[in-house]
């Protein structure tokens, strides 16, 4: 059994492949919308909720977990540290899966930068209007940074309940909150900028399948400067950076048994 997680376009393909594969596969997601995708995709068991070590724990118990994939964005996040440090304990394997970077364009109007505080101290003194296409991780960093406080500060986010409560729990209202699912080709993103008056955009490198490529191109021909956040250079034991990679590696470290295509007994 493999356990996946990571709500990225990719997750979706990699559960589906392994399916297809004969692999059972588990996963996990935080929202009765993924868990819905989760099904349609075939997932063998759905884990919901706050994805805990008491929760993984419950996993390694069944001694019918071999692997895990890691499909979450290439960023460092808690769930992330939290499954490769229960990985190395249980002795599981641990496959991160990591989108290719970004080429980004020779343009002055492009600054790279390696940390949120960075990004936020950057766009203080690019723009009146701060565009945020990054989500709601890290939205506190811009929200509560002194230097953005007569800034208007306008975020494009999932259209799920906790994301948009989160952002008025932040004190944004309905005005700057933008609640629509992506990726988004380059004249959708320009006909938003254009339209919220944006001054910077911020966005990190989620590669070219997360739409980042779509973004710079319609800022910089709307003359707008870009902030990218930069991926750390963090090194994995089993990096995958296709769903097709993923699964040959699978099958050579946790080929499959007789009993992996029986239904998964909790």
């Keep these: 059994m493999i356990l996946v997680v990571g709500s990225t376009g990719e997750g979706r393909q990699l559960i589906r492949s392994l399916r297809q594969a004969g692999y ?24 919901t909720g706050p994805l805990t070590e008491g929760n993984l724990a419950t996993l390694g118990g069944s001694r019918q977990l071999e692997a895990v994939i890691d499909a ?25 899966f990591l989108r290719a970077e970004t080429r980004l364009p020779d343009d002055s109007l492009i600054y790279q930068v390696a940390t949120w505080e960075e990004a936020a101290r950057t766009a203080a003194r690019l723009g009146e209007t701060i565009f945020l296409t ?13 230097l953005l406080k007569d800034k208007r500060i306008v975020v494009r986010v999932l259209p799920e309940h906790r994301v948009i409560k989160k952002c008025q729990d932040l004190g944004l209202t309905p005005r700057d909150i933008i609640a629509m699912q992506g990726p988004f080709s380059k004249e959708m993103n320009k006909a938003m900028f254009k339209a919220c008056k944006a001054g910077v955009i911020v966005t990190r490198d989620a590669g070219p399948a997360g739409g980042t490529e779509a973004k710079i191109a319609a800022a910089l021909a709307l003359k707008i400067p870009v902030i990218v956040i930069k991926r750390p250079s963090i090194q994995y034991r089993y990096p995958v950076y296709t769903v097709s990679e993923a699964v040959a590696l699978l099958k050579k ?5 007789k009993d992996d295509h029986s239904d998964f007994q909790n």
């Design 24 to 47: 059972q596969i588990v996963t996990w997601t935080d929202s009765a919308y993924g868990e819905q995708l989760a099904r349609q995709d075939g997932a063998t068991l759905i884990l």
């Design 72 to 96: 979450t964005l290439p960023y460092p996040n808690h769930l992330s540290r939290t499954l490769e440090a229960w990985c190395q304990e249980q002795q599981l394997y641990y496959l991160r």
């Design 134 to 146: 990054t989500g709601t991780n890290n939205l506190e960093v811009f929200v509560k940074n002194p």
């Design 253 to 257: 470290i946790a080929p499959l048994k």
